[in-house]
Structures are given as C-alpha cells and as structure tokens.
C-alpha cells in the first residue's frame, strides 16, 4: 500500500489541461523532492519532472510539475493522443528510508 | 548514449531463487547508483532498493530485507539483483534503473531498463 496518494483515472479532450494530484506527508513530500514519471502501455517508465518542477532534457514543456506543503501536481497541457499513459508521482520518505511510488494515475484522451 | 540492457525474462518455482542482471552503457559505471524497481502485473510501482556503484553500499526496502541482495560488477559495468525464497506475488517485472542515493533521490530514476518478467509458478 503505497503512501502516496493519487486519483486512479483522468481524462480529458485533446488540447485540453489536465491536472494529476499526489497528496503524501511530512516524511516524504513535505520534506523531500517530488519527481514524476510517465509509463506507456508495455514500456519502462520515463522521468518526466525532477527536483518538484524541473524538465529532464528533451521532455515536452507541455509537461509542468508544482509543490506545495504535503502535495503535489503535474499538468498536461495542450492534451494529446500521445499522452495516454500511465503517471506516477515519487518521492524519497525519510521515516521508511526508502523510495516511494504513488498510486498511479491513468490518462485517457477523450 | 546511456543504456541500461537486462538480461531475459525467468520462470521460478516457489522457494526458489533469481538473480537478474543489468548491464550499463554509455557513462561512467562508477558515478552513479542503481535502483531497482518491480511491477506486478496491472499493478503500480515498487522500490526494491538502491546500490552504489562506486563502493557496493546498499539500501533494501525494509519489506524485502532479508530476501534481497544487490550488487556490482565494475569490471563489467554490470549489477545484479538477487531475490530468495520466491513466492507468488513475487511475480512482477523488473526493473533497472540509474540514479538515487543511500537517502535521497532528488534527481529522480533518469534512465531505465527494459524490464526482467520473473514469473513465479509452481
């Protein structure tokens, strides 16, 4: 059971935003970076947002991350087809001196 | 280019063990640490722990201690995880990955593996 917590679905119309929550606490979130990956169907995952909102080289501004107190989000914008996919958010937990994954959340583009 | 190569997938049975090799490419081996981390089938993602590469320190998660080991191969540019006592729900698949330290993983896991299935059945 993970102790990062994340809406299981969203979905949205192309060109749309879409916004992922990760709701976690004061052991891992509140005091540590949030990093982000994207999984495709049958891939390995990608790191999508380091260090709460920083872009690794050559992933799609239309990617953005942002942190506040125990949370966190990521945003799509300009929605496309490509990004259907699975997210999750992790982050380091100081109480479990390990690395946590949330719960993963499923992107649909209508 | 970095890569990250693992070796092909694995059928166990219970009480059995696996070992599953990831060979590193394009950077140096030493500079960097390697997390491991499984899925289960349509289920999420799960940090196994986290080797250095540099001197062989190690950090399992606390669920797996005791059943896990990790390790290196400089001369190769190689790691290896090793699970004990297989059971079922250790059926996942398997993944490789460069980055995160002994107690913090700011940069994130910046490049993967392909995935090792290690199917458990009896």
């Known amino acids: 059971q993970s102790v990062l917590t994340q809406p299981p679905s969203v979905s949205e119309a192309p060109r749309q935003r879409v916004t992922i929550s990760c709701s976690g606490s004061?052991?891992?979130?509140?005091?540590?970076?949030v990093n982000w990956y994207q999984q495709l169907p049958g891939k390995a995952p990608k790191l999508l947002i380091y260090?709460?909102?920083l872009l690794p080289s050559g992933v799609s501004d239309r990617f953005s991350g942002s942190k506040s107190g125990t949370s966190a989000s990521l945003a799509i914008s300009g929605l496309q087809s490509e990004d259907e996919a699975d997210y999750y958010c992790?982050?380091?937990?100081?109480?479990?001196?390990?690395?946590?994954f949330g719960t993963g959340t499923k992107v649909t583009v209508l | 280019q970095v890569q990250l190569v693992q070796s092909g997938a694995e059928v166990k049975k219970p009480g059995a063990s696996v070992k599953v090799s990831c060979k590193a490419s394009?950077?140096?081996?030493?500079?960097?640490?390697i997390s491991w981390v499984r899925q289960a089938p349509g289920q999420g993602l799960e940090w196994m722990g986290w080797?250095?590469?540099?001197?062989?320190?190690?950090n399992y998660a606390q669920k797996l201690q005791g059943r896990v080991t990790m390790t290196t191969d400089t001369s190769t540019s190689t790691a290896y995880m090793e699970l004990r006592s297989l059971r079922s729900d250790d059926t996942a698949v398997y993944y490789c990955?460069?980055?995160?330290?002994?107690?913090?993983?700011?940069?994130?896991?910046?490049?993967w593996g392909q995935g090792t299935l290690v199917t458990v059945s009896s």
């Open positions: 990955a460069r980055g995160c330290s002994s107690t913090s993983c700011y940069n994130g896991l910046d490049y």
């Open positions: 394009g950077y140096t081996f030493t500079s960097y640490g």
């Open positions: 080797i250095s590469a540099y001197n062989g320190n190690t």
């Open positions: 004061s052991s891992n979130i509140g005091n540590n970076a």
């Open positions: 260090y709460d909102d």
């Open positions: 992790a982050a380091w937990d100081d109480s479990l001196n390990g690395y946590v």
